[in-house]
């Protein structure tokens, strides 16, 4: 049978662009090897999590030109403590048990490595949130 880690690591994407060498740093490499796969595995929620954070917040977000949208993404996850706790969540919730002792000797670090990922990737799809205000 099975462990839940084995069940984790299984199921993440493998990112071909997510090197690793002996230069590489711990934090780095957690980033490559743990954060950025959960990232692409997780991206379908990490959106709607924000498309509701938008919707809650009156959905100012669509009143605002293109950089300040972006700006805007930036600012929630950096200074919404809930909204940055319920990302963490979504990343942490896919840790293997080892995984999580890496992160707790850490943490500090690899949350704002979660952060930049996460405002990244919501950057990178903002059209996303204009399709979902559409319909």
């Not at 977000?61 to 979504?90: C, F, P, W």
């Not at 890496?102 to 204009?130: G, P, V």
């Amino acid at each position: 049978m099975k462990t839940r880690s084995e069940y984790l690591t299984e199921i993440r994407p493998t990112i071909a662009g997510a090197r690793v060498t002996t230069l590489t740093s711990s934090e780095e490499s957690f980033q490559n090897n743990t954060l950025r796969p959960i990232a692409k595995l997780q991206n379908d929620i990490l959106l709607e999590i924000f498309k509701d954070y938008i919707k809650k917040r009156k959905n100012v977000y669509h009143t605002l030109s293109h950089q300040k949208q972006a700006d805007y993404i930036e600012h929630a996850i950096k200074h919404d403590s809930k909204l940055r706790n319920m990302i963490k969540g979504v990343f942490l919730g896919h840790f293997t048990i080892d995984e999580y002792f890496k992160y707790q000797n850490d943490s500090r670090a690899l949350n704002k490595r979660i952060t930049n990922l996460t405002i990244e990737r919501l950057k990178s799809q903002m059209q996303y949130f204009d399709k979902a205000f559409a319909s």
